[in-house]
């Protein structure tokens, strides 16, 4: 070090071989961590300002609160048990075992994934070594944990304005550790499908299609909103909802940017392909909506970019761009036609309250994008990051991959419909998954005893004699109007 005495030793964190491995990259180590806080600002504050200001005012505490209280909760079950039970040991074709990932010894070692050896089909040779990317452990679970955080987070958006909030306190860690690691581990972390060849390049089945349809299983368990809840629903605060999805849109750079695990070619063309179809995907829902509504919508603007954006996810390193702008004008079409004209005409669908519609921008689109991968993923793309040699689309003469992807997807959707039921039953013997309706029919004040905004008149009512605005609640619980805070 210049400037000090020969004999000043330097700590170990600068000492090569100690703090400074021969395996360490600091640029792949640097991008890996920047893009797992690029997928957590996606949810904070991301969607915890978008669900904040798309619903009704009276529950945009309660929409922001449920997404904050679902990525804290995750990140303490992801290093105590849920990163071995996606990524570790096998303990069957399916899941991995449980184990902590709080060890030094772990952390700082060379990452590594998945734990499990691929073989060539019916044979004992190797077909494609372990992934070993420049940078240790603790990267690779943060990086991971901000994904798994960002599923508990869009299923939450199929629940709000309704759910009880202890009930979604317990749900969060048992559909946690019960769906998402099957899923995480069957497809990335060297299960079954991992093997057999399935494509999800960033989290399109594991993420996208598995909340879509536990959001939906989870919003017919819990039931609907109140009445008048269902029939208007306005957003409190359109800008603002404008903001979290510019920083959902922005942080998808590290979403898919960062899962070839390096600051590499394949990572550029992700990120490139990814606002490609978003942009392609916002333009064309925009446009449908023009044509048949006559007015733009911004509101229909934000979904065509999630299905945009969720769309390109399971191929966004592996096709090229003129698939991306396809897949673009895919998602912004037929998840638009579910939404505005099969949900209408659909009992099942009318029955279930799904409040954000996250079944449409997230099942369908994160279907959608699994199978046309299964049609664009490009011969030379696919060696840069899938395991399994020769994988191909069927546009380019493997017709096998798309049937690999529509079974991948049928997994997925089978096990969340049966594992998120079932989570269901089990919260509602300890808690009611709904609120009562005087709580619904108040929202924040009741549920919280706090409110977004000083401003009253949604759920409250004046009393001339006390010369305040006061909420149903006071007088069901015999006490004095909380809400008398100004005079008229």
Known sequence: MAGLPYNVTMTLGYQPGTGIPEWLNKGDNAWQMVSATLVGLQSVPGLVILYGSIVKKKWAVNSAFMALYAFAAVWLCWVIWGYQMSFGQKLVPFWGKAGHSLNQGLLLSQAGLPATTHYFHNSDVVETVEIT????????????????????????????????????????????????TIGAFSIWGGGFLFHWGVIDYSGGY?????SGVA???????????LTKDRERFPPNNVLLMLTGAGILWMGWAGFNGGDPYSANVDSSIAVLNTNICAATSLLVWTCLDVIFFKKPSVIGAVQGMITGLVCITPGAGLVQGWAAILMG?????????????????????????????VFHTHAVAGF???????????????????????????????????????????????????????????VRLVVPLRMPDDELAIGDDAVHGEEAYALWGDGEKYDSTKHGWYSDIDTQHNKAPSGVTQNV
């Open 133 to 180: 990317p420049f940078y240790p452990m603790a990267s690779m679970v943060y990086f991971q944990c901000v994904f798994a955080a960002i599923t508990l987070i869009l299923l939450a958006g199929s629940l709000l304005g309704r759910m009880n909030f202890k009930a979604w306190m317990l749900f969060v860690p048992l559909w946690l550790t019960f769906s998402y």
């Open 329 to 357: 004008m895919i998602s912004g079409s037929i998840p638009w036609f579910t939404m505005m004209v099969v949900h209408k005409r659909s009992r099942l669908l009318q029955q279930v309250d799904d409040t954000l519609g």
């Open 206 to 210: 594991v993420i996208h299609l598995s």
């Open 368 to 426: 959608l994008g699994g199978a046309t991968t299964g049609l664009f993923a490009h011969p030379d793309l696919c060696p840069m990051f899938l395991p399994v040699t020769n994988s191909r689309g069927a546009f380019y003469g493997n017709g096998m991959q798309l049937v690999k992807q529509v079974v991948g997807a049928l997994f997925i959707i089978s096990w969340n419909v049966v594992v998120t039921s079932l989570v269901c039953l089990v």
């Open 215 to 225: 959001g939906f299983t989870a919003a017919y368990w819990v039931g609907p909103r």
